[in-house]
Structures are given as structure tokens and as C-alpha cells.
């Protein structure tokens, strides 16, 4: 059973924190993705990462990072939390091609 | 940036109604994927459409990619309350992206 992992589906931090979001595959895929996912505006692109250590930004790339040190595991970092980045994030992986498959989700909100 | 209207955002019907959403760009897509998500889950793909004109039955869903692959659409026959959920298009473009449209949240009555 293929399989992506979010670190934690709830998380509240203050304004202000440095915050990492954890993702973890085990399909061995090249492609991963970290999106978010407000009401109305569907998914948004943040970053994604075509191989280790190698990433490329999404749409929405402003006050957030990533690191992909391993091939199944990618990380987004919210340097400075702020209010407006309350909101889902959800992970993925793909290969080149074929469907994404994704994290439960983390419900992130920033106070 | 290639983007991806869905049209209608809700849709609240009752059991056994048909109903179709719409996916709309004025860029090409390679293909066309739609997902449906449930609630404190993620999404979960539906079909992936690939030639224009291409349709494909997945028991009461039909899909449907446009002949300039600028477009698909999903019909649902006969909807059940199982079908509740957000449905999702993406469009596949440079490299392995994949574009999202808002979603249509789709809430069947019983």
C-alpha cells in the first residue's frame, strides 16, 4: 500500500515561529510537492522538488522554503509564521507522469 | 502560470439527479487528471485523461477531455450520497507539475 506521510495533521504555532512540515514517501519517487489548500482557492503550488536537493518554486513561494536531503522525505519551512499561512498543507509525490498521491494534510493555524 | 476554472464551485443536488462540472483553460494540457478529496484527507485521483477528445466511464462518472485538450468535463449519473466531496481537476504541463483548478464541492441529499 503506496504511501505519503504528513508529520502532524493538526499544528498551532505563534506569529513569529519557525515552522517545519515533515513529508515522507515510500514509492520511491522522483517528484514531490507541497501545496496548500484554502477554501475557493483550490490547490496552490508552494515549491516541489524533481530530485535530491534539487527544487524549483511553485506560484506561491514567498515566506517559505523546502529541503529534500533524501529522496523520500521533503520538508517545507515556514521561516517567520504569519497569520496569512494558516491554512491546509497538503504533500505529495509522483512520478513524471502518473497520478500524485498524497499526505492526509496538515491544518496548519498561525495565532 | 497555467490556471484551470472549475464551474459550478457548488453544486448541492438530490439523490438520483444527474449533474455535470466543468474544467476550462485557455492553455493545452498534456493531460487531465480529476481527484476527489473528502474531508481531513487528501485528494485521490478519479482518471487521468491524456488524447483530445477522449472519453472514459467510471461507472456512473463519464470524463471528457476537449478536443484541444483546453477543457474536460465530469458527468455524474444518477448521484448517490456517497458522492458528496470535492472534486478536482489538474492539468499536467512542463515537467511533472501539476495545475490545480478551485474545485467543485459537491453535496448529494438523500
Known amino acids: 500500500d503506496v504511501k505519503v506521510t504528513q508529520s502532524s495533521r493538526y499544528l498551532v504555532k505563534r506569529t513569529g515561529e519557525k515552522v517545519f512540515l515533515e513529508c515522507v514517501q515510500d514509492m520511491d519517487h522522483e517528484n514531490m510537492f507541497w501545496y496548500r489548500q484554502d477554501p475557493g482557492l483550490g490547490l496552490r503550488l508552494i515549491y516541489f522538488?524533481?530530485?535530491?536537493?534539487?527544487?524549483e518554486k511553485g506560484d506561491i513561494p514567498e515566506g517559505y522554503s523546502v529541503s529534500r536531503e533524501k529522496k523520500e522525505r521533503f520538508s517545507l519551512i515556514l521561516e517567520s509564521a504569519s497569520t496569512n499561512q494558516t491554512s491546509m498543507y497538503l504533500c505529495?509525490?509522483?512520478?513524471?507522469?502518473?497520478?500524485?498521491?498524497f499526505g492526509q494534510g496538515t491544518r496548519l493555524t498561525v495565532v | 502560470t497555467q490556471l484551470l476554472e472549475q464551474s459550478p464551485q457548488f453544486l448541492s443536488i438530490q439523490e438520483g439527479e444527474n449533474l455535470t462540472v466543468y474544467c476550462n483553460s485557455s492553455s493545452v494540457f498534456s493531460s487531465l487528471q480529476w481527484y476527489r478529496q473528502e474531508p481531513g484527507e487528501g485528494p485521490v485521483l478519479l482518471v487521468t485523461v491524456v488524447t483530445g477528445g477522449e472519453v472514459k466511464k467510471l461507472k456512473r462518472l463519464t470524463f471528457q477531455f476537449g478536443d484541444a485538450r483546453k477543457d474536460s468535463s465530469l458527468h455524474i449519473t444518477a448521484a448517490q450520497p456517497g458522492d458528496t466531496g470535492l472534486y478536482l481537476c489538474a492539468g499536467g504541463g512542463r515537467g511533472s507539475r501539476l495545475t490545480f483548478g478551485e474545485g467543485t464541492q459537491l453535496t448529494v441529499n438523500p
Open positions: 522538488s524533481y530530485d535530491v536537493k534539487m527544487k
Open positions: 505529495a509525490s509522483r512520478l513524471p507522469t502518473t497520478e500524485a498521491f
